[in-house]
């Protein structure tokens, strides 16, 4: 009898004390609901015997496989790092080679749609429709004619120190609207050509826009400290929490303390609803990942042309930055923190540096 083992391409989770198998390779999920299937599964990979009929089913199922197949993906070292790997890997294979005309006809018939299905609208523009909102000022096109791209590149570094600076409002309004605002309003006839979808300075997957981008404000002329969400439709910005402290954020960002001082930062997270309209597969994270990098240095640079200095992480508490972006009742995750402000270039805060220092001086450094 063939040796078999448990396929690296499943994946057995729990939700809500009910079992389910994820086939990685073809992105399909089954509810267990034969519970005898997983103590047979347990009692094989035991050692146990089982009965042949019972083996048969987990080999159908591809739970079971023979044990020569090759390693189909990497091991990292970390199960779970393997595991999300393995589930947004090779998600795509079920499409063939095609010619250009095969693949044309293919991707267009993909787009076809019953009238009205369009994508969900963004959760916040329904939720903050009655909540006080900030019009923001007019883009000016002078603040970024007024550098070259590379003094941008060559000055954009990460800052780790802030010193209190104040921002004013028209670079607050004018970095919003040059990294996520709808761009496209500047330029006649282009608007159409998007349609039903919106063109900002980064690249969107699919171009459902589905990035969203929350400011933190702390020290910006004019404009009340508090958290507001970025309305790009409007270019204006709505209220949605009340100002957090500097030791909040810092909380927030599992003690990272190299924000505090910033004029704002913004959070930016991904709206999933709007993007699993059109991409259903779990492949769905790895992109809007991806998107949000391209916003945030597209900010970054927007940012530094504009004179402010820049900290960005990924490092955060996912509950507490939900909780007070007011997330939990749509389906949008943040991912990533942006702090502007002024402050001096070095790879270390002041204070690592004194630690640091104080470690060599007792040898330990
Ligand atoms: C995805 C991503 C996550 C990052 N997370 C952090 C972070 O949690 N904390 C931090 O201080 N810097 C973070 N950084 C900044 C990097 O440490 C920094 O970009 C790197 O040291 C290179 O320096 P430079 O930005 O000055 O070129 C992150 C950068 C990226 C691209």
Redesign the pocket.
């Known amino acids: 009898m063939v040796e078999l083992k448990v396929s690296n391409d499943v994946v057995i989770y729990f939700s809500d004390n009910t079992p389910y198998i994820v086939d990685t390779r073809i992105n399909e999920e089954y509810e267990i609901d034969n519970p005898k299937l997983l103590s047979d599964l347990f009692a094989y990979i035991s050692g146990h015997q089982i009965e042949q009929s019972e083996r048969q089913v987990l080999v159908d199922g591809g739970v079971l496989v023979p044990n020569e197949r090759p390693e189909l993906l990497k091991n990292f070292g970390n199960d779970f790092l393997d595991i999300f790997h393995r589930g947004c890997t090779d998600v795509l294979n079920h499409i063939q080679v095609l010619s250009a005309v095969e693949y044309a006809d293919l991707y267009l018939e993909s787009c076809v749609r019953e009238p009205g299905d369009v994508p969900p609208p963004r959760a916040k523009s329904i939720s903050l429709k009655d909540t006080r909102t900030v019009n923001l000022p007019e883009f000016r096109h002078s603040v970024l004619e007024a550098v070259s791209l590379f003094d941008v590149l060559d000055r ?3 800052v ?1 120190e802030f010193f209190p600076h104040q921002a004013t409002l028209e670079q607050l309004s004018d970095l919003l609207f040059c990294s996520f605002g709808y761009f496209h309003k500047h330029k006649n006839g282009e608007a159409e050509q998007y349609e039903p979808f919106k063109r900002r300075t980064s690249p969107s997957g699919g171009c459902l826009q589905s990035v969203e981008a929350y400011v933190c404000v702390f020290n910006v002329e004019g404009l009340d400290n508090g958290i507001y969400w970025y309305d790009a439709e409007n270019h204006a910005l709505k209220f949605v929490e009340n100002e957090i402290s500097y030791d909040e954020l810092s909380a927030m ?1 599992v003690s ?1 303390f ?1 924000g505090n001082d910033c004029s704002f930062g913004v959070f930016l997270a991904a709206n999933l609803e709007r993007f699993t309209w059109k991409y259903k597969t779990t492949r769905a994270y790895r992109v809007v990942s991806m998107e949000i ?1 391209h916003f ?1 240095q597209t900010a970054q640079l927007v940012g530094t042309a504009m004179g402010l200095n820049t ?5 955060f508490n996912d509950a507490k930055i939900e909780q007070t972006l007011h997330l939990h009742d749509e389906r949008s995750i943040p991912l ?1 923190f942006l702090a502007f402000g002024k402050g001096k270039y070095d ?1 270390m805060h002041s204070l690592m540096k004194k630690r640091l220092e104080r470690l060599k001086a007792n040898g330990q450094g």
Request: no cysteine.
């Open positions: 954009r570094k990460t780790r960002l990272q190299f990098g945030s900290w960005i992480t990924g490092a990533f790879r």
